[in-house]
């Protein structure tokens, strides 16, 4: 549906966290209502009809993911399956009701409990500002195969994490720096560069608002059932210290908090 100047510079205004429900729900009700074309007076309406009753809305959690989820191309790992499940746990956990026992009936979407999927460390879904970020990974594995220091592998890597040792004709990982996105091993064309190990990194306690926090990153590789083991001590740790609609990031501290030894 077309949109004026005027009501694409006013939905712009409204936060981004609800931006596109607002849009998709300005679109609805203009159509509802026979319009051809959404100008600011559907937005005014449909804006203040939706912030006001925003409590009915409230999912009490919001899961995002890539756009262009399983096409991307600097996919390092697909989050499609993983997303299903992390929803279907979501729903099952009731955090709505949660939310309106310990903040009350008037809950908005600033309560809600933030999990987002990316499927590379470019990280489009913005992992670093959410309660659970959850980024794809694929540890890149040198192999025996020979190399012939093309520099395919070099020019891949935009972090860089990766050299070529010249005097022994192979390419070495430095994995302080290496973010798990794989796209050496894709360069590589002699597979003395494979993809080794595939799974997913996690980011915890991110958020924005009056007092923001970028989340911080667990050690390690982690698999679909370990995700999803973790997204449920997270909420566990949520559901039993969060006061009054305190964020996720407002309690958590450190991986002890879920039960994991980490140093």
Not at 113 to 118: H, I, M, P, Q, S
Not at 159 to 179: H, Q, Y
Request: charged share 25%.
């Amino acid at each position: 549906m077309k949109w004026t100047d005027e009501a694409e510079a006013a939905i712009k205004k409204v936060p981004f966290f609800v931006r596109k429900k607002v849009r998709a729900r300005v679109e609805s009700e203009a159509a509802a209502r026979g319009r051809q074309k959404v100008t600011i007076n559907e937005v005014n309406t449909t804006r203040k009809r939706f912030l006001e009753n925003m409590s009915a809305e409230v999912k009490g959690y919001q899961l995002d993911s890539c756009f262009s989820q399983g096409s991307c191309p600097n996919m390092a790992n697909s989050t499609g399956r993983l997303a299903e499940r992390i929803e279907a746990l979501l729903k099952k956990e009731d955090l709505a009701g949660f939310l309106r026992r310990t903040v009350g009936g008037n809950i908005k979407f600033h309560h809600e409990f933030r999990v987002t999927l990316a499927e590379c460390p470019n990280a489009c879904s913005q992992p670093q500002i959410k309660d659970i970020g959850i980024v794809g990974a694929c540890l890149p594995e040198i192999t025996d195969a020979d190399c012939t220091l093309c520099g395919a592998c070099v020019a891949a890597c935009r972090d860089p994490a990766v050299c070529l040792d010249e005097a022994n004709t192979r390419p070495v990982i430095d994995p302080g720096l290496c973010l798990a996105c794989g796209a050496c091993a894709k360069a590589c064309p002699t597979g003395t560069i494979t993809e080794g190990q595939k799974g997913y990194r996690i980011l915890l306690g991110g958020k924005l608002g009056r007092h923001p926090k970028l989340a911080r990153p667990l050690d390690g590789i982690f698999s679909e059932d370990q995700v999803i083991d973790i997204i449920r001590r997270c909420i566990t740790f949520y559901k039993a210290n969060s006061k009054k609609g305190a964020r996720f990031a407002d309690i958590y501290t450190g991986p002890k908090d879920i039960g994991l030894s980490q140093p």
